[in-house]
């Protein structure tokens, strides 16, 4: 008499759940996107490639076929492709995860918990499928792959951990969410690696109030600091003619390609502390190479897993290597700080960034969030983003011409009718050199230097038809953006001629969004553009741009460098005078 006393319960109660759920929305979105289904605990980690997730979004995919199955060696028997054992987590995960668990993998894969609504059916998995990625199976070979974007639709949801994390493909939708939905998109998830080092600080990587107070104090700095304004030209043209000179120093040898990151870095330096550095300074090296370590951290698999599953990275210390060298930081930036805050004290003038913190910090007006903590949170992120951003993609430009010598020698012709043999660039002039601006618009869609940044929805969101959750991690692929093919006609491949008109002329393109869009975007695009075009311009002027010799121009390394960003690998041009 209990038995069926309780299923009649059991039913009521689920009756009663689904009407009310129905009266509060009686045509309700969707919550999820569809997505790859998930393995236990890893989500879909074995799909990413550690150096370049934001390819692997876009590349990563299942074998064709009416149920996405594919045919492993082992057993013949049929699973999702791309799995562990193949995936570039790979290496991460079956040295410092896999190990540990995969009886628990083999156990718990059909107790996976379905997702809320609206997931895509996946073919039955055999539990063979898991003694194949025991045994380190390969791909069937000749499978075609599909990208995720084109498998799922342009938004769709993918597992990092157990971190359901939205992510946005393509022009249209990235567009729509970071324009379109920017208030409710202003946000950034939490980001474990970057909570030890801001603490919910600086201008970057929070959110809420204490990034809007950054972020406009920010603008409102760079701006009564000349950025965007003739002054802040002549400070770019006097640090080419410094960087110029180190490279006469080379006397037409093979000098490091990294070298060039030292003009638009002390630019960077001269904005935030008031007076450039010479390329000698302790001072000045001694950032530089920290800054450099820190990157390359950021970038590395240990850090990614630290973020994806910070218990197990703490217990790891797989955080501690990038704290040491922010901690060497934040030991310079603070003796900054303290000398600028006595000089301040005796009356000087206000004549950088780092003053203006410390000026808003004694009248503060904002609860304390331009406090000590703060103001050097502030300073690490203009520091550490003005500094790796302009570098790399001055460094890009340059070896790209080398690479290109077709390309370089029509950007010199240009040069050479607009300006003259002596004359230096001066920013209005950009529009003069449609040619130029081409290409160096090109290097940035090309490079795609900071593919992605996520976002988290401040409150409740519709995008894509789909209603997600407030706090819900979303990716705006912005290399999907840059590569999009309904927006160039040769995505994959270097062409100016994406930014020209039939008749030559500089053409702006809506996809062309490298520094982001929306109430994010860069705080410094306008001296990124400064710098970019003037030490560009300037350095093809005065110099031919060559591989060392007996190198070819086809065989120079454009693959990036594992690091936060996409850098250029290190190595070496030549700077030959011309004549």
Known sequence: MALPLLWALLLALGLWRLLRASARDPSPAPRWPPGPRPLPVLGNLHLLRV??????????????????????????????????SEGPWAKVLWAAVLPCGRGCVACTWGLQPRAEVALPTFPRVDPAWLRALWLGSSRTAGQPWLPLSERYGPVFTVHLGRQKTVVLSGYEAVR???VGSGQELADRPPIPIFQLIQRGGGIFFSSGEPWRAARQFTVRALHSLGVGQGPMADTVLQELACLSGQLDGYRGQPFPLALLGWAPSNITFALLFGRRFDYQDPVFVSLLGLIDEVMVLLGSPSIQLFNTFPRLGTTLQLHRPVLKKIEEMQVILKSVLDARRTALSRGGPVRSYVDALIQQGQRDDHGGLFAEANALACVLDVLMAGTETTSATLQWAVLLMARHPDVQGRVQEELDCVLGPGRLPRPEEQRSLPYTSAVLHEVQRFITLLPHVP?????????????????????????SVLLDKTQWDTPGQFNPGHFLDAEGRFVKRAAFLPFSAGRRVCVGESLARTELFLLFAGLL??????????VSPATLDTKPAPAFTMRPQAQALRAVPRS
Request: proline share 12%; hydrophobic share 30%; charged share 20%.
């Open 51 to 84: 150096s370049q997730q934001d390819r692997s979004l876009m590349e990563v995919a299942q074998p064709a076929g009416s149920g996405g199955e594919g045919e492993l060696a082992v057993n013949k028997c049929t699973a999702p492709s791309g799995p562990p």
């Open 176 to 178: 729509e969410a970071l």
């Open 455 to 479: 976002r988290c929805t401040a409150a409740d969101t519709r995008l894509g038809g789909y209603l997600l959750p407030k706090g819900t991690p979303v990716i705006p692929l912005l290399t």
């Open 541 to 550: 002027q005065r110099y031919r741009l060559l591989p060392p010799q007996g």
